[in-house]
């Protein structure tokens, strides 16, 4: 049928075919936020005056015959890409009443798509964590297991798609924030080379590895959407000019022998990926996963990543530098959250962002603060710099021995809210396998590889070279047309 | 015993670019507040910057100009500070690697004559808005207008001994961003405005420390300022204190200088390289094409001036103060088909009295470079007395029915023909009619005559007076002594 329990691929054919309208796919998934959303908490605003108005007009466009692709497509932005007219807050107290007067590149591109923009998800306070327990607007809940976080930092994104509240969702990913959200909920997360799209209205949190990104059920969907969203932005200096590959072109390519579509890819496994610190169960579903890839005719091939070990400290410096330049704009002068009382300016600063900002962004604030200071810039910052430089090179070295690295996307499956709440470096230690993507710039995706005894999603991670994202995404495709992980739905009610 | 004085300068130049360093926003000065301020200048969430290439295009044209060294990659790094006017809570200015690195401008001492001020670098920055404290009724007011505005700060090495070398080097640099039409150069505005740091030592001991004074917007607090800082720290030396380096700011309404933060009190910037910009990168095609649209450089014009034109030194270099001076020198020059001396004469005497008087650029004159030809052509072929010339260039410049403006060489020298005929100005230079002239002056003072006889050399110059006045004025001068002493036979 109809409606966000359909993926994008299906909904975008139902809609071309004219099986349904726009307006009722639209309606049908605000339905489904009404009616499940309480206990999820995954939109901090939704708009469905908005929504039905935009599934009008996809509506009346296609009986015009000048519909998009994605014409009618009901999605989700997350709530740190800025939606002209709408609230952007990036789940911070500072922005709880900011009103985006522009749309981001990628937000525009989708609109152009014909795409319907329903809400904005919840996230960790402006990206920063890796559970969504740090939001203004409370934590989300996984669909799988409401006990369970979705991952940070894009949850608010995750748990809508793998919950069906919407086919698509976008998301952001600094240090893993889309892929290990993902890989909680069992849904598929891209994130795509750094400079392939835009950050143009993308609230920078780490200027450096920010990538917008998206969450869907399949390969298939995040292709549509990637074509959508990526290209060159001359409002962006670090966006790369270069053409768009033909995604969904690439997925829809008939392999040469069916029964062996990845025949001749090498998949490079590093022995860092596969150590000590995985656990048992999301060890085993990945290696069952990298058996499939095998069945389908790929070779695996040893590789080392020697370097990169180091990534989380090294990202642990770099983000939270940038992190403390980035969010110095919130000061209370021009907009967002100001103190109501203050003695003179130095107190209005220091209340207005102490009261704006929530405890992870002022430790990361504070931690940035001091690895750029003066006597510690070499000792932090600038070895920082160089051992991130290492570590890309450790992936080029890879590359040259295979086509794409696979291995867990997290060490574990989703954790209970609460249980490394206290404990910061716990926390920082779940990002290690998604950092050094970021680190290097390269595209990544999580797909659904199975699930714990107690019935929570474990994702695989891919990664590809610098804007080899056509490979990467057919890659998963192959995978998802041989197995059922990302089609298996948590046990919410029906819409 | 003697205090040497060491300064060194830093200088910025706001680039005369159409918009902003790093928006497409307006950089038009005076605007309403807060209404040439865009998204990226009053740092919306989610906005990037993107280089100005016109402002970078035109930092190449000041390395080139002051022979440095155009780095191929500099990097753009953020200054982290809470200021309200600082949107983004950091600017965007350049740190480690400079787009410009060395060079230097040359300056006439008044003490030590001709002497080559080095420059350290000169860096890209964005400007910030203005805070503005007086009309808001104790509160402050923020004004965005100026945040992005493009600016290439100059420093130079500790190279100057005195506050006068100091101002010849502002003044030198002044001329040259202009010249080289970088920056408008427009003071009261604050697009030129110098930062001087001043220290004092024994001569020959190390340097001594330094004060930075701030925000001189004019040559003259420049001077003033420089003056009592050095006075005001020779006073602390030689009562046995010592001098604390710091910031300090000029008050121009008391003429000193007071402090603002010292060292103590520096911020730390935190600086570390945008990682929004990638680094600026410069290849030689850009350069060469930037070297070939320069303009003449004022040296080399002033050296092509009194080689071609056989000026003296000192008129080539007055001519090339600015770019609009030698053009208007060499307009009027070739107009004028005459002795380039001539012209050059009247560009340092009449027109320059004229608008020092009216305080206006040579861009403005009433009288043009064609205009000036067509008058001193009247000279030339004696249709003129210098003297009614010079009458007749005020009658020009302040009466706007005897302006020439717009009209062409021929039309000029039409035109004034009839007016000096109309005013009946026009010289008497027919010979028969001055010998005339010349006998009866001779027949109505014989004691003058007698006196001349009897050696009185004065006497001469009387009888020349006599004649003159005869015909008010109008007599050729040249003439009349000629004839006057054949007929005496002096």
């Known amino acids: 049928m109809g409606g966000p329990l359909d993926t994008v691929a299906g909904l975008a054919r139902q809609l071309a075919a004219r099986e349904v309208s726009s307006v009722e796919v639209t309606r049908a998934a605000l339905d489904r936020i009404a009616a499940l959303d309480h206990a999820l908490n995954a939109f901090v605003n939704v708009d469905g005056d908005g929504a039905l108005a935009a599934a009008a007009a996809a509506d009346a466009a296609r009986a015009r015959g000048g519909a998009g692709p994605l014409a009618g497509v009901p999605i989700a932005h997350k709530d740190v890409l800025m939606t002209a007219g709408l609230p952007t807050t990036c789940a911070s107290r500072m922005l709880a009443t900011f009103v985006a007067p522009y749309d981001a590149h990628v937000v525009a591109r989708l609109k152009d798509a014909g795409t319907v923009l329903v809400g904005k998800t919840n996230m960790d306070e402006f990206a920063m964590g890796s559970s969504n327990e740090n939001s203004h607007f409370g934590a989300v809940r996984n669909p799988w297991q409401p006990a369970c976080v979705p991952g940070g930092s894009s949850g608010g994104s995750a748990a809508a798609v793998a919950a069906r509240l919407v086919p698509a969702a976008t998301g952001t990913d600094t240090g893993g924030s889309i892929r290990q959200p993902a890989s909680y909920t069992g849904v598929t997360g891209l994130k795509p080379t750094y400079g392939r799209c835009s950050r143009y209205g993308l609230v920078a949190f780490a200027s450096s590895l920010d990538t917008p990104g998206v969450f869907a059920r399949t390969a298939e969907d995040c292709a549509l959407l990637l074509g959508a969203m990526a290209g060159p932005d001359a409002r962006d200096s670090t966006s790369v000019d270069r053409p768009v590959d033909d995604y969904a072109g690439s997925l829809a390519a008939r392999p040469a022998d069916p029964s062996r579509p990845l025949a001749g890819l090498r998949v490079g496994l590093p022995a860092e990926f596969f150590g000590d610190g995985v656990d048992g169960e999301v060890a085993r579903a990945v290696d069952a996963a990298v058996g499939e890839l095998r069945r389908l005719g790929a070779q695996t091939v040893d590789v080392a990543l020697p370097r990169v070990g180091l990534s989380v400290p090294v990202y642990y410096v770099i983000a939270p530098a940038e992190a403390s330049s980035n969010l110095s704009r919130f000061d209370g002068v021009r907009y967002g959250h100001r103190a109501a009382e203050y003695r003179d300016l130095a107190d209005m600063y220091r209340r207005t962002r102490a009261e704006g900002f929530g405890a992870e962004v002022r430790r990361r604030i504070l931690i940035g603060t001091y690895v750029l200071s003066h006597g510690y810039y070499d000792a932090y910052y600038l070895k920082a710099q160089k051992v991130r430089r290492l570590i890309a090179d450790d992936f080029r070295a890879a590359f040259g021995r295979c086509d794409v690295i696979a291995g867990p996307t997290a060490p574990t499956a989703a954790f209970r809210l609460g249980d490394k709440a206290d404990d910061p470096v716990q926390m920082y230690l779940n990002d290690i396998f998604t950092i050094g993507a970021n680190l290097a710039g390269l595209p990544a995706m999580s797909i659904p590889c199975g699930f714990t005894g107690d019935g929570r999603p474990i994702g695989l991670q891919l990664h590809a070279p610098a804007f080899a994202e056509a490979r990467l995404l057919t890659v998963a495709h192959r995978f998802q047309q041989a197995t059922d992980w990302h089609a298996r739905a948590p046990a919410l009610p029906p819409a | ?490």
Not at chain 2, 63 to 84: H, M
Not at chain 2, 152 to 164: K, N, W
Not at chain 2, 228 to 235: K, L, M
Not at chain 2, 319 to 336: G, I
């Open chain 2, 1 to 490: 015993m003697d205090w040497e004085v060491v300064i060194g300068l830093e200088t910025h130049a706001q680039l005369s670019t159409v918009s902003k360093i790093f928006s497409g926003a307006s950089t038009a000065f005076g605007a309403a507040p807060n209404t040439q301020a865009c998204a990226v200048d009053i740092a919306l969430p989610g906005v990037l910057p993107v280089v100005n290439r016109g402002a970078v295009e035109r930092a190449i044209r000041f390395g080139l100009a002051v022979g440095a060294t155009i780095n191929p990659v500099s990097v753009f790094a953020r200054k982290n500070y809470f200021y309200p006017d600082l949107p983004k809570g950091y600017q965007i200015s350049q740190y480690e690697v400079p787009v410009v690195q060395g060079g230097g401008v040359d300056i006439q001492s008044p003490a030590r004559g001709p002497l080559r001020v080095r420059l350290t670098r000169a860096h890209l920055e964005e400007d910030a808005g203005k805070s503005l404290h007086e009309d808001y009724h104790g509160m402050t007011g923020i004004d965005l207008n100026r945040a992005g505005t493009p600016l290439l700060e100059i420093v130079t090495e500790p190279d100057m001994r005195s506050a006068a070398e100091a101002v010849a080097y502002a003044k030198a640099l002044h001329a040259l961003v202009r010249w080289i039409g970088i920056c408008d150069g427009n003071m009261q505005e604050g697009s030129f405005r110098c930062d001087a740091n001043v220290s004092v030592r024994r001569p020959g001991a190390p340097l001594g420390t330094r004060c930075e004074v701030k925000n001189l917007n004019s040559f003259r607090f420049l001077e003033q300022a420089i003056d009592f800082e050095v006075r005001r720290q020779v006073a602390l030396l030689e009562d046995g204190r010592s001098v604390v380096q710091e910031t300090r700011l000029y008050d121009p309404e008391r003429g000193q200088t007071r402090s603002m933060r010292s060292k103590e009190d520096a911020q730390d910037y935190r600086y570390f390289p945008d990682p929004d910009l990638p680094p600026l990168a410069i290849d030689e095609a850009w350069i060469a094409r930037v070297r070939a649209a320069m303009p003449e450089l004022p040296d080399a014009m002033r050296e092509r001036l009194e080689r071609d034109y056989r000026l003296p030194a000192y008129d080539a270099a007055m001519l090339t103060q600015s770019r609009e001076m030698a053009a208007y020198f060499e307009d009027a020059v070739r107009a004028f088909s005459g002795e380039p001396k001539t012209v050059a004469n009247w560009m340092l005497g009449e027109v320059s009295a004229a608008l020092n008087k009216a305080e206006i650029e040579i861009a403005a004159a009433p009288v043009g470079s064609t205009a000036l030809a067509a008058l001193l052509r009247q000279v030339e072929a004696g249709a003129i007395s210098h003297k009614q010339a010079r009458a007749m260039f005020d009658e020009m410049w302040s009466n706007v029915s005897v302006q020439l403006t717009g009209l062409s060489l021929e039309a000029a020298v039409g035109r004034l023909s009839a007016i000096i005929e109309e005013k009946g100005l026009r010289q008497i230079s027919d010979e028969g009619a001055i010998e005339k002239l010349v006998d009866d002056v001779l027949a109505a003072h014989p004691s003058i005559v007698a006196e001349f006889r009897a050696g009185k050399e004065k006497a001469f110059n009387a009888l020349v007076g006599k004649a003159m006045a005869a015909t008010k004025g109008k007599a050729n001068p040249a003439q009349v002594n000629a004839i006057l002493r054949r007929r005496l036979g002096a």
